[in-house]
């Protein structure tokens, strides 16, 4: 049997929803065009521009070309907190909330003595993560962003967590190493493990929205220009979208003033807020909120006596 080659559709933004959910269903990626305006990603571009130089700066050698993240590629994390106005104006596109509300907002029931109760979810932001991949870089390893919620997948009936959407800052092609995706791999048994050759590229236009559910399977392709070459630098700029039941009853980080919690042991902190999740979640500027939050300047921290860090 001749397995036909998977593809990744494009529609425009504009496209009616159905179509645009459709497709998502069937193969859980697709590409919007004209999401955003070039003047509008060019202007967030330049502003992204500093806080690239910053985290290229803050880099240590060594961390480099290691982990989850494939070599020559520098990310900043909070991109809504370093670039807010231009961020902001992204997310309020009413597809990108029609997406979330479809994939994100799940109905759950129980039973409320002899009644059943339904319930609605939501979502929320979960990160925004600016990135700029450049020639020389390296496949990444293909994965599934849904799994930094930390809920087992178990096969095709498990829902998706995340719904990961991602702004074209540049025209992205196999040759700056697009995005790889494996379209349908949301429906695959969770005892298949994904291969390269399962994969298609992500290409679009400058402006354009990739939006692939967290469940589908996907890795960042190698980027084989030639430095200097239009289009060298992979400028992407990635909305995560989750589940808003992902998060803490109280806001607790909230409460108190920062002189009270300069005061509270690093457990406490922990429980709190103040660190990342065992997921990484929860994170500030991709790092533990007691580390880089203004209010905790200078915390001295003291023992842990219950648990480690
Ligand atoms: O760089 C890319 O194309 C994809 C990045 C990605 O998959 C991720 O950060 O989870
Ligand atoms: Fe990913």
């Known amino acids: 049997m001749v397995q036909a080659t998977p593809t990744v559709q494009t529609v425009p933004a504009s496209a009616p929803i159905e179509e645009i959910l459709d497709i998502l269903h069937r193969d859980g990626v697709i590409v919007l065009s004209d999401y955003a305006t070039e003047e509008e990603v060019d202007a967030l571009t330049a502003k992204a521009i500093p806080h690239f130089e910053k985290a290229e700066k803050a880099e240590k050698p060594a961390e480099k070309f290691k982990g989850f993240r494939a070599s020559n590629t520098t990310v900043f994390y909070d991109l809504i907190g370093a670039v807010p106005e231009d961020t902001s104006k992204l997310l309020q596109r009413k597809v990108w909330h029609q997406v979330m509300e479809e994939f994100l907002s799940p109905e759950t029931w129980e039973w409320y003595g002899d009644k059943k109760e339904t319930r609605k979810g939501s979502y929320w932001l979960h990160t925004s993560i600016a990135y700029k991949v450049g020639p020389g870089a390296g496949r990444q390893v293909l994965h599934r962003d849904s799994n930094s919620s930390m809920v087992q997948r178990t096969g095709p009936e498990s829902v998706p967590t995340m719904v990961s959407t991602f702004i074209a800052g540049v025209d992205v092609t196999e040759k700056n190493g697009g995005t790889r995706v494996i379209p349908g791999s949301h429906l695959w048994p969770q005892d298949r493990s994904p291969k390269q050759e399962d994969c298609c590229t992500v290409e679009m236009k400058k402006g ?60 406490v902190l922990k429980v709190l807020g103040f660190y990342k999740g065992s997921a990484g979640t929860g994170a500030l500027g991709g790092k533990h909120p007691k580390d880089v939050w203004k209010g905790l300047e200078g915390y001295q921290g003291g023992e842990w006596i219950y648990q480690q860090k």
């Open 208 to 267: 354009s929205l990739g939006i692939w559910l967290g469940n589908v399977f996907h890795g960042a392709g190698a980027n084989t220009c030639e430095e200097g070459e239009e289009n060298s630098l992979r400028y992407i700029y990635g909305l995560f979208a989750t589940s808003d039941n992902f998060r803490q009853g109280e806001n607790t980080v909230l409460t108190n003033k920062p002189e009270e919690y300069m005061k509270m042991t690093p457990e």
